[in-house]
């Protein structure tokens, strides 16, 4: 079974506008954390935002916040106001573990087209 | 720059050829993974180094491939006998280590293209 699930290979937004990328993940573990990454035509991954599992509260970062539905195994990416710079790949990421795994399993990615 | 730091960024080589690739994470961090990604792909895990003790391999490493982190500073990927299924872009991480939120800052990456 896939642990991180993108269920959308392709998103468009006009500018100013938000935009949701959805994730969806599968675990047991009790303790995990999920991250969103942005990798531009470059290729180099950009961290953005992180959540826990332990996390009350959903997180933000600047114009990215995160929809966490823990119930649900959901971590959708929410981008206010979108800018031309927002065209990229997007990928949802989960480390499983307190502090005995360190990889990161990706998702296939979303590749989101900021449109003017 | 202080940054990841990836050489070279583009390997073409024939296949059954040796190939490596260097890794420098960002000075004051500890840990260093490795990562392949495929055209349309999320990048997958390979390996991760604590300073120079290598601590987790996935399945995907192969004995074709090798890695090091003397003296716990850069690392090497090596490849041995490439096989044109190696054609991908390989990416290092570091992180400074720590709790959960521990975040992984990524290099360039490495386009290693076998023909």
């Known amino acids: 079974a896939q642990k991180i699930t993108q269920t959308q290979p392709g998103m468009f937004v006009q500018e100013k506008e938000a935009v949701t990328l959805d994730c969806t993940y599968d675990?047991?573990?009790?303790?995990?954390?999920l991250f969103w990454y942005k990798q531009p035509s470059s290729g180099e991954m950009i961290f953005l935002i992180y959540q826990g599992s332990y996390d009350q509260q959903n997180a933000t970062e600047g114009r990215y916040s995160l929809n966490f539905q823990k119930a649900r195994k959901s971590a959708n990416l929410v981008i206010s106001a979108s800018q031309l710079g927002d065209s990229a790949m997007y990928f949802c990421a989960m480390r499983e573990g307190n502090a005995g795994r360190r990889a990161l399993t990706f998702g296939s990615g979303t590749r989101l087209q900021v449109q003017p | 720059d202080t940054g990841v730091s990836q050489n070279p960024r583009h390997k073409i080589t024939k296949r059954g050829q040796n190939v490596t690739f260097r890794c420098d994470p960002i000075s004051e961090h500890n840990r260093l993974y490795w990562y392949r990604q495929t055209l349309g792909q999320g990048p997958e895990f390979l390996t991760y180094?604590?300073?120079?003790?290598?601590?987790?391999k996935s399945r995907l490493l192969s004995d074709r491939f090798s890695a090091e982190r003397p003296k716990g500073s850069f690392s090497t990927l090596e490849i041995q006998r490439t096989e044109q299924g190696d054609s991908a872009m390989y990416l290092c991480?570091?992180?400074?280590?720590?709790?959960?939120?521990?975040?992984?800052?990524f290099g360039p990456g490495t386009r290693l293209t076998v023909l």
């Open positions: 991480a570091s992180s400074l280590g720590g709790g959960a939120n521990d975040e992984q800052f």
């Open positions: 675990t047991s573990d009790p303790s995990y954390g």
């Open positions: 180094f604590q300073n120079e003790a290598q601590l987790e």
